[in-house]
Structure formats: C-alpha cells, structure tokens
C-alpha cells in the first residue's frame, strides 16, 4: 500500500511538474512551420490544451489502473502503452510551447480524478473490466482526435502530425486491450465516461 502510494505521489508529480522525455522523435519536427494568424494559433492552442490534459489524463488512468491490477503480464502491457502516452505528453506540451499558449491550470484536478477512476475501475472491477475500461478510453480518444482534424487550422501542420500520431498510438492502445482479453463495459458506464470527457473538454478549451 506504501509502495503503491509513492508510485502514484511520484508519477503525479512528475507528470505535472517534470519535463516530459519523449522516447520518440516528435512528429511535428520535419514538417514545415507555415505561419498562423492571431486567431489560428488560438484556436491551434485552445485545441492542443484539450489534448495535453488528455494525455494528462492519460498518464493517470495507466498509473491507477497498473497499481490496481492483478496480473504482471498486463501491468507491464500497460507501462508500455503508458510510456508511449509520455511521448504524447511531451509532444502535446511542446506544441503548446511553440504555439506561444499554456498548458491547463487544472491539470492537478485533472489527474486526481483520472488517478481515481483508473484505480477504480481496476480494483472494483478486476483486470478484464480494465481492459474494457481502456477499450473504451481509447476508441474515444481516437474518436475525439479525429474530430480535431476537422478543427484544427489546415496550415497548422505541425499540430496536425502530432495528433495524427497520436491517433495511431491509441488505435494500437485499443486494439492491445482487446487482444489482451478486455469485456465490454455496459452502455451507462461508456456513457459516463463520455459526459466525464465532454467536461474536460469543455473546461479545458479556455481553463
Ligand atoms: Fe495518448
Ligand atoms: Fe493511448
């Protein structure tokens, strides 16, 4: 339980304090940097601080779902798909850098209640609802970045290759659970998880 609660204190911490170390080169440094409008790099960086607390979030749902979990097979499968969502944090964080805009102030906010969700969903539930929980978090992240390929500006190339990017790694997220032996969650909870998205989204677009 100790143990456990370092990990967690640790990797919060680093997640909203440390620079994140991406183990992958960033998608968006060979593309070309068109220039933006004022109200393009707002709207890019509005979008990209959606996807960072995402990937915020992201990082607390592994680690929460990973201390949760029964089986050493899948707590590694998840510190590996965690380990790509750092990729995903440092990319995202250093989009919003170079968009001249800022990351959420409710990033701690953020985290805990992902933090809880995912311990929850693998404590109460066991490791194949966790995987359905991860399923299910995927497929609506990857629904959601899609989306963001109909927002974003289209000569805001570099923001477009990270999320193209991301889109990829979380398909491959989704599909590693599957595989791994993931149920499929009742309609109330996905959609519970889609209205808890949908808040985050919403606050987060300006906060
Ligand atoms: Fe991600
Ligand atoms: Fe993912």
């Not at 601080?49 to 998840?78: D, F």
């Not at 969502?85 to 968009?99: G, M, N, S, Y």
């Not at 109909?150 to 570099?158: H, Q, T, V, W």
Request: charged residues 20%; contains cysteine.
């Amino acid at each position: 339980m100790m143990n456990a609660l370092i990990l967690a204190t640790d990797s919060a911490l680093r997640t909203l304090f440390a620079e994140p170390r991406a183990s992958r080169s960033n998608p968006a440094a060979n593309v070309a940097d068109l220039a933006l409008s004022d109200a393009e790099r707002r709207q890019s960086g509005a979008l990209m601080r959606i996807n960072h607390v995402g990937e915020v979030c992201a990082q607390a749902l592994y680690t929460g779902q990973a201390l949760a979990c029964q089986s050493p097979t899948l707590r590694a499968q998840l510190a590996q798909a965690s380990r790509e969502e750092t990729d995903h944090l440092a990319w995202t964080q250093q989009r919003l850098q170079d968009l001249n805009d800022r990351p959420s102030w409710l990033n701690p906010l953020w985290y805990a209640g992902a933090f809880a969700i995912g311990f929850a969903a693998g404590k109460l539930g066991g490791d194949k609802v966790s995987l359905g929980f991860v399923v299910e978090t995927e497929r609506q992240v990857e629904a959601h970045l899609q989306s963001h390929m109909d927002l974003l500006p289209s000569s805001d190339l570099a923001s477009r290759a990270i999320v193209s990017a991301m889109k990829a790694d979380e398909i491959a997220h989704a599909q590693m659970a599957q595989q791994a032996g993931a149920v499929e969650l009742p309609a109330p909870v996905k959609a519970f998880m889609q209205a808890a998205a949908k808040v985050m989204t919403t606050v987060a677009h300006r906060v």
